[in-house]
């Protein structure tokens, strides 16, 4: 089975956390945390901010690891790396690559369908309660 590594960014903002839903793809209309792809030879922390940067046109400060994800997807085996992060301040995301984006509390983040490896961390972030 093909494996996938990518990163996500988990940002806070005022006590609220942005999710991102996909507007591309075979996951089209379900949310997820933003983030990509690893690219050889960038670490973790520099993939995400290149990610962000290309996907939602802000800076952001990435923090400490919040949890990794493994999850087998029909078609290949995901390493997701979530990294707790804030905004730059001044910064507004702009979206290129999702069709909606909403700032949700913790009790807001089962309002919406996510993405399966990403209910995973909405799990997690409930229950240490960041």
Same mark, same amino acid.
Not at 12 to 23: H, K, N, P, V
Not at 38 to 54: C, D, H, K, N, Y
Not at 86 to 92: E, I, K, R, S
């Given at each position: 089975?093909?494996? !996938? /590594? $990518?990163?996500?960014? #988990?940002?806070?903002? @005022?006590?609220?956390?942005? %999710? ?6 075979? +996951? ?31 800076? !952001? /400060? $990435?923090?400490?690891? #919040?949890?990794?994800? @493994?999850?087998?997807?029909? %078609? ?6 979530? +990294? ?47």
């Amino acid at each position: 089975m093909k494996n !996938i /590594e $990518v990163v996500a960014a #988990i940002v806070f903002s @005022e006590g609220r956390i942005f %999710a991102t839903q996909r507007g591309y793809g075979e +996951f089209s209309g379900l949310w997820e945390f933003p983030g990509g792809k690893i690219e050889f030879g960038e670490t973790p922390q520099q993939a995400l901010v290149r990610e962000i940067s290309e996907e939602l046109d802000i800076e !952001i /400060e $990435v923090g400490t690891l #919040i949890e990794t994800v @493994e999850y087998d997807y029909p %078609a290949f085996h995901l390493s997701m790396h979530c +990294f707790k992060c804030g905004l730059v301040p001044g910064q507004v995301p702009y979206l290129r690559e999702h069709s909606a984006a909403k700032w949700l509390s913790l009790s807001e983040l089962e309002t919406v369908e996510w993405l399966p490896a990403d209910i995973e961390v909405v799990r997690k972030l409930k229950n240490i309660g960041c």
